[in-house]
């Protein structure tokens, strides 16, 4: 039987590409790719003779029984996306869950990610965070969305297109007031990368004063709302004062 290796490529720098997935994509029989144009050019910049066949949004749910097929009769097949990590945001998840479900062997060969690469680098806090995805086409969506995502307390990684990013930070100002601090990640891992942290108004002074910086791929974060002290559960309160009390 064969393995599904869920396979990482860079998000910018081709460089960031790991000698597994270097092998892994040599090796096995067929690569499902989302664009295979764009995989292609990877692939032979990697000097990679393409065996791509094209795995998109439209046509996954299909496709999906014809790769776990080809897993039964042996063959190993590589998924890839057009950047980073499949799955995330990206096409694959119909392809995964039913190799799970039909007990074919699925293995990652991990590497870049735009979420984590923006928020290992962010200084927002990373003991928890979420990550959401693109923020909702609709201005009341959208604010609900940021709202529950300070709400929750925790950092929250967002994936903005360019066309819409001027119109968050108005849902966000809006919500959360002009105070509100905010991080961008812009471009990461090539020529122009960028990182802005600031209140929801200075970003978008930023981003008004040179309109090429609105262009680009950008992840923003929002840092999460922070605990109050009656938020905090009683027994933790309790366990607070005893050790305040023991406190030199
Ligand atoms: N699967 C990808 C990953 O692992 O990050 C994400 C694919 S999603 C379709 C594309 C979005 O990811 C962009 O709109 C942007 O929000 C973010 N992104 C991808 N590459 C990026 C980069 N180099 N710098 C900043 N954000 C990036």
Redesign the pocket.
Same mark, same amino acid.
């Given at each position: 039987i064969g393995t599904l290796y869920v396979v990482a490529t860079p998000?910018?720098n081709l460089d960031d590409i790991s000698q597994r997935a270097i092998a892994t994509l040599s090796s096995v029989d067929l690569i499902a790719a989302e664009d295979t144009r764009h995989t292609g050019k990877l692939l032979s910049h990697l000097s990679i003779k393409a065996k791509t066949f094209a795995l998109h949004d439209h046509n996954e749910k299909q496709k999906a029984q014809q790769i776990v097929n080809w897993l039964n009769e042996g063959l190993d097949v590589a998924l890839v $996306?057009d950047?980073?990590?499949?799955l995330? $945001?990206?096409p694959g998840y119909s392809v995964v869950s039913l190799c799970r479900e039909q007990g074919a062997k699925v293995t990652p060969v991990p590497g +870049?990610? +735009?979420?984590i690469a +923006?928020v290992s680098c962010s200084g927002l806090p990373t003991d928890r965070f979420q990550f959401l995805g693109f923020s909702p086409a609709k201005s009341k969506a959208r604010q609900d969305f940021f709202l529950s995502a300070y709400e929750s307390g925790m950092t929250s990684i967002i994936? /903005? $297109?360019t066309h819409r990013i001027m119109a968050s930070l108005d849902d966000i100002e809006h919500v959360l007031g002009a105070q509100q601090q905010v991080v961008l990640?812009? /471009?990461?891992?090539?020529t122009f990368e960028t990182f802005f942290s600031g209140t929801v108004v200075e970003l978008r002074e930023f981003l008004t004063e040179d309109p090429t910086r609105q262009r680009g /791929?950008?992840?923003l974060m929002l840092p999460g709302k922070e605990k109050q002290p009656e938020e905090i559960p009683a027994d933790a309160r309790r366990m607070l004062s005893l050790l305040e009390a023991e406190m030199p």
């Open positions: 998000i910018g $996306s950047a980073g990590t499949p995330i $945001s990206d +870049a990610c +735009a979420a +923006a994936y /903005e $297109s990640a812009k /471009e990461l891992t090539k /791929e950008i992840v």
